[in-house]
Structures are given as C-alpha cells and as structure tokens.
C-alpha cells in the first residue's frame, strides 16, 4: 500500500471518527429533548391539581367524543389496583391501557417500561394525590422512535457521505501535493537503467519536497562526479596495462628465444643449465599473463559481429575433450543453439571453463551440462547450465570471482591456481553478447555456472 494511500485511508478514518462522534452527540442530545418534550407534555395533562385534574376527566368520559389524545391517566389505589380514568385513543374508541411495573414507579418520577403483552413501549409520569393514592400519566413511545429511527438513519447517511466526500477530496489533494515525488520515482528509475545526466524535477523552493530535490541533485552530481574520475582512472589503468603488455611482448620473446638458445648447447653445467630452465620457464609464465590479459582487453572492447555461432557444437566439443583430458562422468543434455556472435570467444569461455573444472575439483567428480533454448520475458535465449562437484565458491564471494586478479584463496600460486583472470574473460565475452552470467550452487554442492545469450 502506497504513502497516498495510506495518507487517504487515515484522513477518512478520522473524518469517519470525527462526524460519528458528532451524530452520536446530536442523536442523544435529540433523544433527551425528545423525552423532556414527552414528560413536560405529560405533566401538563394533570396539571398543578391531579385532583381536579382527575374529576374533570371523569367527567368527560361520561360524554361520547371523537376527540383523540395520546395520554391515558390512570390511578394507582392504596391497595395497588389500577383504575383507569381516561384512556388514551377516543371515548368511543379507547385503547388498552398498558400493565404498569408499579414495583418500579415513585412519587414524581419519569420512567419508560415496556408492555410485554402489548409489545410496545411507553412513558409514565406519577404523581402522588395523598391518601397512598397515586396519578400515573403514561403515552406510547410508538411516534418517538420512529422519528429517533429516521434520524439515526440520516446520521449514519451523513456520517458516510461526509467520510467518502472527505476521502475524493483528501485523495485529489494528496495525489496533487505528491506529484514532484511521483516525478523523482520516474527519475530515479531513469538514473538506475543508466541514464546517470538525468536530475530529480525541482520541487517548490523553500518547501520539504524542494529540499529534498536540493539534496538529491547535489548528490547524484557528487556521484557523477565520482564515476567520472572512476571510469577515468580505469580508462588510464586499463591503456596502461593494454600499452605495458604490448610492450612486453618483443622482449619476451627475445628472452625466450635467448634462454632455448642457451639451453641447447652441451657445454652448460648443470647449474647453469638449471638457470636456464628457470628463465625459460618464467618467461613462459609471464608470456602467458601478457596473453591473457590483451585477451580480457580485446573482450572488454568487442563487439559482437553477424556470424551465426553453433554454440552447441562448441559445448560439445570442449565437454567431450574433457573427457579425454580428465576422465570424469559428465552428463549433457544438449540441444541444438545458434547465436549471433564471435566463435573464437565462445571458444575461450568454454576452454577457461573446462580448465577450471580440471584444476579445482576432484578427479572423477561428476559433471552435468544443459544448453537449452527458453523463454525469458518474452525472449528466446539459449541456457547453459554447467554443474560441477567441487568445492564451489562462497555466496559473498561470487561477484568478486569476476574481478581482474581475484583469487578465492591468496596462498594459490599462479602456477596452480592461474592468473585470475579466466572468470573476467568469461564474463566480458557474455556481457559483449547482450548476456548475463550468475554463479549458483549446485545440486551437488558445487558451482553452477548459468549463462544465458539471445538466440539468432
């Protein structure tokens, strides 16, 4: 649930909150003039003199009359009999007069009791006329609660009419003041796809929003700055490396082929020819740091041409030969994918991989090879999934497999354990072709390499 909202549903609550509170008051407030008005009126049935009050109506009933009146009066004996002496209704159509609750009536007091035989309420008024004789005063509260009724029907109208106006308008108001948030979202997303020139919209100056929007510009150009100078340094450090090992090479070779001159003549001793032997050898070892790193620079740069690559023949092929350099059981379950690519670099991913299979996991350990062609958000893409049984590599340790040098562990030599470079190789060759690479772990409990490349 987003902010807007959140903020709509609290204001509706609490104008939900605030007009309940307001027709409770007004209903009860309604309620009891109601019933003064009631009481009052009841009271003025007999007036100051229930007595004279009494013989008038006694009176009265002995003459036929239509006249109809709500009040019927009645008078409680000292033995507590009730004798009625006007009924409510007409004279000539009287209504039945209603069971008091005499345990619950006292000298001038007001009460409502309902007839449970007559399944309607009432109010009383008594009055004490002297003697234990007492004049009750009673009205059926029939018209009361049906005005209370509608008027409980219009507050709770009112209530929810109140509370949806409020929510439309609160709603407008929140999605016009949360506009300038809205626009930095969209922005933010621009500037996380890579669209690193874009800046945050300006808020109103002055105001929380227009702050933030201060902060973030000053940010993202602190940033931009940053990954300025970053990509410049790593520009230099790169032409640098490129230059050196351009460089290297002539002499190199030179050295080597010094040392195979030197180590061809008899007349070495053995030390000498020991020397030489180790020249030789650590000539070789940097001519081959020297390749593998203008290797990596030429796939930091490359781009992919047209020509069509059967990247299920090269699988095959390289996983086939593994089973010749390393006999091992190896699993695969290979379709027929062509890409659109470089076939040399394909070549060298699956060579750097089947090496590494070779030098970090146990002999005879099982391997298992997928290449499959998918669907993934509404794409074609080949999937090669290659599982191994070694000792894989940490979940924190996973994307800092793919930088330049990196090693798992430090104490590896270079003659055991490479130059730590095959995995950025393998890296750039994928990212060149509009790939994505991710390291898992096996169902084995090894290293899952899974690659996926659009298909041709």
């Given at each position: 649930?987003?902010?807007?909202l959140?903020i709509t549903?609290?204001?509706a ?10 027709g409770?008051?007004s209903y009860?407030?309604?309620?009891r ?8 009126s009841l009271?003025n049935a007999?007036?100051a ?8 109506q006694t ?14 009066i009645?008078k409680?004996?000292?033995s507590?009999e009730v ?14 007069f ?15 009791f ?19 004789q ?8 029939e ?8 008027i ?13 106006l409020?929510s ?10 949360f ?10 997303g ?9 800046l ?5 100056s ?5 702050d933030?929007?201060?902060a ?14 970053t990509?410049?340094s ?14 290297i090479?002539t002499?190199?070779?030179?050295i080597?082929g010094?040392?195979?001159i ?6 070495t ?12 050898s650590?000539a070789?070892?940097l001519?081959?740091?020297v390749?593998?790193l ?6 930091d740069?490359?781009?992919?041409g ?10 095959s ?7 010749v ?17 470089d ?15 070779v030098?970090?996991?146990p002999?005879?350990s099982?391997v298992s090879?997928?290449?499959h062609q998918i669907?993934n958000e509404?794409k074609?893409?080949?999937?090669l999934?290659?599982d191994?049984?070694?000792?894989g ?10 930088d330049?040098?990196?090693?798992l ?6 003659e ?18 509009l ?10 409990g090894g290293?899952r ?8």
């Amino acid at each position: 649930m987003n902010l807007k909202l959140r903020i709509t549903l609290v204001t509706a609550l609490l104008i939900a909150i605030a007009s309940s509170a307001i027709g409770i008051a007004s209903y009860f407030s309604i309620s009891r003039a109601q019933i003064d008005a009631i009481d009052l009126s009841l009271r003025n049935a007999i007036g100051a003199n229930p007595v004279k009050a009494i013989d008038r109506q006694t009176q009265q009933n002995r003459q036929s009359s239509d006249f109809y009146t709500p009040i019927a009066i009645g008078k409680v004996l000292r033995s507590g009999e009730v004798s009625v002496i006007r009924p409510a209704g007409t004279i000539d159509s009287p209504e039945t007069f209603p069971l008091l609750p005499l345990a619950d009536i006292d000298s001038d007091r007001a009460l409502t009791f309902t007839d449970s035989a007559l399944e309607k309420q009432f109010r009383l008024v008594v009055r004490d006329i002297g003697r234990g004789q007492r004049v009750v005063v009673v009205t059926e509260l029939e018209d009361y609660s049906n005005t209370m009724s509608q008027i409980l029907l219009s507050i709770i109208v009112f209530v929810s009419g109140v509370t949806l106006l409020g929510s439309v308008i609160c709603w407008l108001v929140v999605r016009r003041f949360f506009k300038p948030v809205d626009s930095m979202i969209a922005a933010a997303g621009e500037i996380s796809h890579g669209n690193t020139a874009l800046l945050v919209p300006n808020a109103t100056s002055g105001t929380e929003l227009g702050d933030l929007s201060d902060a973030l510009n000053a940010m993202l150009q602190g940033l931009r700055n940053s990954f300025e100078k970053t990509q410049k340094s790593e520009q230099s450090l790169r032409n640098f490396v490129s230059d050196a090992s351009h460089e290297i090479r002539t002499p190199l070779t030179v050295i080597r082929g010094y040392g195979e001159i030197l180590l061809a003549k008899s007349t070495t001793t053995d030390s000498e020819r020991r020397a030489f032997e180790r020249i030789d050898s650590e000539a070789k070892r940097l001519e081959r740091l020297v390749k593998s790193l203008l290797e990596l620079d030429r796939r930091d740069e490359i781009r992919t041409g047209q020509d069509a690559v059967t990247l299920s023949k090269i699988v095959s092929t390289y996983f086939e030969d593994l089973l010749v350099i390393s006999p091992r059981p190896v699993g695969l379950a290979i379709e027929p994918v062509t890409v659109i690519g470089d076939s040399d670099a394909w070549e060298q991913v699956l060579g750097n991989i089947t090496q590494n299979i070779v030098r970090y996991t146990p002999a005879g350990s099982p391997v298992s090879v997928e290449l499959h062609q998918i669907m993934n958000e509404g794409k074609s893409v080949a999937e090669l999934v290659i599982d191994d049984s070694g000792p894989g590599i940490p979940e924190n340790m996973r994307e800092r497999i793919f930088d330049r040098f990196a090693r798992l562990d430090d104490s590896r030599s270079t003659e055991t354990g490479g130059f730590g470079l095959g995995m950025s190789i393998i890296k750039a060759t994928v990212i060149a072709h509009l790939g994505t690479i991710a390291l898992q772990e096996s169902p084995t409990g090894g290293l899952r390499i899974r690659i996926q490349v659009p298909v041709s």
